[in-house]
DNA sequence: ATTGAATTGACTGACTGTCAGTCAGTGTGT
DNA sequence: ACACACTGACTGACAGTCAGTCAATTCAAT
């Protein structure tokens, strides 16, 4: 066959972005090393060239991801004219974090058939964005609005739970059963923080459009 | 060869039990079916005959263990001499509620080549148990020691944060950081329940031998 | 400067080994 | 003679390997 060669990033990020395409099409399990190859027009060695095994792309598209969402929460995060609050606001209510699907790779994290990359993301995500919040709580305890020892287990604890009870799939919870384990998140960090009842109101917009 | 043939009760469980014991030695997805059957001494069929997949069998085992502990939990819940509080201490010292892992059976779900079953089985026992624990919450608020509406949302909550981030494998966190978020657990299930400070002492008793 | 030999590293694809799952058929108790 | 437990050779699919190919690059000799 015609040998094509491209700059290994290029080559790398070809396989990539195919694998992701196709992982989200047909669920991980389902895609073969062999579809993606084949989409691609490259040989089986190839692929192994570059990846060391099937699970390891899967790890590179999670951690790729992930990486994006970290460095856009330490921009908040190391934003000195927010305050505490503003950035959790931020954080919270728009964007990715605290939900660590891009609205892209979302399906297929949800997908029955991959929970296992997507548990590894929840706890990938609950350990890389833990010490961000974390600051997040200093500086609020600073600012006094948060009254918060031992910011990051308490940080870990209100993230674990508010990560696995209302990301997605796992729970198979009800638009109502949703909103109101939100309700109950939202009392349970403010109170974890200290923090006045009501201050993280937006986690629960009452919606009159 | 000799044909043995028994009681489908009986070879049933003895592929539970032999399937259990290998999952354990080598991890579910290093276990090929071979080795079950052949430790067994009995045909492929015959496995297929009693198990429509691998996961299936998985499954299997997953749902009896929680069974047991559903079972116990419910004897407990329903036990009329039991204050709400004394519920609380016996579930979650003694036993394996809030860890749905049997002493036998959390090594197997520990190995991170179990991290999907492990997540299967987390998600299925905060849903089978956090009812229970909610009907010990709603007594405990006639008894006046609690003051908790929605139940079964806070408990979820609650139930969620300590089993995902204090169970075994997941977090990988040294006996330290699991004492500190141990800690934060209990104020935090105290705050949620509406209960008295050191209510839950027993979470974290203070080892004096 | 030009040649061409040596080296590198991206790339190939036939091949191996493994495994989940199937099925046509066999033995056994009732 | 019937059904039910059981058999094991077989299939198809797949992850991963490896010996080797090819083109670009380096560099020494002319």
């Not at 060695?45 to 099937?54: L, R």
């Not at 799939?169 to 349970?188: C, K, N, P, T, V």
């Amino acid at each position: 066959m015609a040998r094509i060669t491209k700059a290994p990033e290029e080559r790398r990020l070809e396989i990539v972005q195919t694998a992701e395409r196709l992982f989200r099409e047909v669920g991980y399990a389902k895609c073969s090393v062999e579809m993606i190859i084949q989409r691609i027009g490259i040989a089986k060695g190839t692929f192994y060239y570059y990846f060391k095994s099937k699970e390891a792309i899967l790890e590179a598209i999670a951690d790729q991801t992930l990486g994006q969402i970290v460095e856009y929460a330490k921009d908040i995060a190391d934003n000195p004219s927010l305050s505490a609050l503003a950035k959790f606001e931020t954080l919270l209510t728009n964007s990715h974090v605290g939900n660590v699907d891009t609205q892209d790779i979302s399906d297929i994290l949800h997908l029955p058939e991959n929970r296992e990359l997507h548990e590894l993301t929840n706890v990938k995500s609950v350990l890389q964005l833990s010490p961000i919040f974390a600051k997040i709580v200093s500086q609020g305890n600073q600012e006094g609005v948060f009254a918060a020892d031992r910011p990051l287990a308490r940080i870990q604890y209100v993230f674990v739970a508010t990560q696995f009870l209302l990301d997605g799939g796992l729970f198979q919870f009800s638009d109502q059963e949703i909103r109101e384990r939100r309700e109950i998140a939202q009392e349970l960090i403010e109170k974890t923080l200290g923090a006045a009842p009501g201050s993280f109101d937006f986690m629960n917009p009452t919606l009159e459009s």
